[in-house]
Nanobody
């Protein structure tokens, strides 16, 4: 059983900052890519940022220069530091990870339950 548990969401004023965390627990043999997605009401879920096990990062154009993704492999944790937040960043943020649960298992995708981020103007 694998669990992804996010924390750190909340309400913040425009221009403020929040840091999201996601801890992966359970039967884990290896984690490759970890990332954050978001979904605003009426919109499709979109990639915000992701990071490989080697630390290579990718960002959505809308968050470049404002958000920073990082991970601590020893703790199976991924972070999203969000600065200069805008009302349009308001969404449910989901943690995502590609995980192998055993040496015989294939790599598959897992999701957290989501954490709400609300940015007021």
């Amino acid at each position: 059983q694998v669990q992804l548990v996010e924390s750190g969401g909340g309400l913040v004023q425009a221009g403020g900052s929040l840091t999201l965390s996601c801890v992966v627990s359970g039967s884990i043999f290896g984690i490759t890519r970890m990332g954050w997605y978001r979904q605003a009401p009426g919109n499709e879920r979109e990639l915000v940022a992701d990071i490989t096990s080697g630390g290579v990062t990718k960002y959505a154009d809308s968050v470049k220069g404002r958000f920073t993704i990082s991970r601590t492999n020893a703790k199976n944790t991924v972070y999203l530091q969000m600065n200069s937040l805008k009302p349009e960043d308001t969404a449910v943020y989901y943690c995502n990870a590609r995980i192998t649960t055993s040496i015989m298992a294939s790599n598959r995708e897992y999701w957290g339950q989501g954490t709400q981020v609300t940015v007021s103007s």
